[in-house]
Nanobody, 124 residues
Framework: QVQLVESGGGLVQAGGSLRLSCTAT????????IGWFRQAPGKEREGVSS????????YYSDSVKGRFTISRDNTENTVSLQMNNLKPEDTAVYFC?????????????????WGQGTQVTVSS
């Protein structure tokens, strides 16, 4: 059974930093892409960043490029998202998701398994 568990969310002031982590278990070798997505109240879920386990190919949305950094630790099946210079518009529930080997990028529709999410709130 595939499980994705996020941690590290919280409340931070604008300009601050948070580090999110996602640990994946129970997946087969068919799954190689791990992505971070977010959903703010009343808005659609959107891609934030993703990484492919085979070659560390990374993707970032324009809104977070230069502020967020995704990294992975294959030995622990963990992917982290370092978020710096946070802005109030970054406030959302952040989800990690797992996609098959062929998945690249930030298309929500291509990811098969999802975590429960962790709340990130940035105050102004």
């Amino acid at each position: 059974q595939v499980q994705l568990v996020e941690s590290g969310g919280g409340l931070v002031q604008a300009g601050g930093s948070l580090r999110l982590s996602c640990t994946a278990t129970g997946f087969t070798e068919d799954y190689y892409a791990i992505g971070w997505f977010r959903q703010a109240p009343g808005k659609e879920r959107e891609g934030v960043s993703s990484i492919h386990r085979t070659d560390d190919d990374t993707y970032y949305s324009d809104s977070v490029k230069g502020r967020f950094t995704i990294s992975r630790d294959n030995t622990e099946n963990t992917v982290s998202l370092q978020m710096n210079n946070l802005k109030p518009e970054d406030t959302a529930v952040y989800f990690c998701a797992l996609g098959r080997r062929t998945v690249r990028g930030l298309d929500v529709r291509l990811y098969d398994y999802w975590g429960q999410g962790t709340q990130v709130t940035v105050s102004s």
